[in-house]
C-alpha cells in the first residue's frame, strides 16, 4: 500500500502549484488524507487533512487561506492546490493515509515517496 505525491516544482513567490496524490495499489474512497511537508534539517510537520467524503478540510495555521485541499474519488485522487506561495513554503510534501483527520504525524500510515515544491525568484 503506497501513496505517490506529484504535482510538486520550482515557482517564483506569490504562484501556484498544484499537487496530487494518487494510490498506487488501491482506492482512495472512504480513505482520509493527510498532507505533511519536510523542509531542510527540519521535522515533518502536518499541513492539511481531507475527510473521506471531502466535506471537510484542516488546515495549519501557516497555510490557512492560501492552501486548499479537494479530492475527486472518481479519478481515485486528492489535491492539494497551493496558492499566495512563500519562499518558507519550500519542502518535500507528502501525503498519507489516516483513520480520521489528525494533525500528529504517528496518526498516518503508508508514506509514499514526496513531491519537492521550491518557492525561490
Known amino acids: 500500500v503506497q501513496l505517490q505525491a506529484s504535482g510538486g516544482g520550482l515557482v517564483q513567490p506569490g504562484g501556484s502549484l498544484r499537487l496530487s496524490c494518487i494510490g498506487s495499489?488501491?482506492?482512495?474512497?472512504?480513505?482520509?488524507i493527510g498532507w505533511f511537508r519536510q523542509a531542510p534539517e527540519k521535522e515533518r510537520e502536518w499541513v492539511s487533512c481531507?475527510?473521506?467524503?471531502?466535506?471537510?478540510?484542516y488546515y495549519a495555521d501557516s497555510v490557512k487561506g492560501r492552501f486548499t485541499a479537494s479530492r475527486d474519488n472518481t479519478a481515485n485522487t486528492v489535491y492539494l492546490q497551493m496558492n499566495s506561495l512563500k519562499p518558507e513554503d519550500t519542502a518535500v510534501y507528502y501525503c498519507?493515509?489516516?483513520?480520521?483527520?489528525?494533525?500528529?504525524?504517528?496518526?498516518?500510515?503508508?508514506w509514499g515517496q514526496g513531491t519537492l515544491v521550491t518557492v525561490s525568484s
Open positions: 481531507i475527510s473521506e467524503s471531502g466535506g471537510s478540510s
Open positions: 498519507s493515509r489516516t483513520p480520521s483527520c489528525k494533525t500528529s504525524l504517528r496518526d498516518y500510515l503508508d
Open positions: 495499489t488501491f482506492t482512495l474512497d472512504y480513505i482520509a
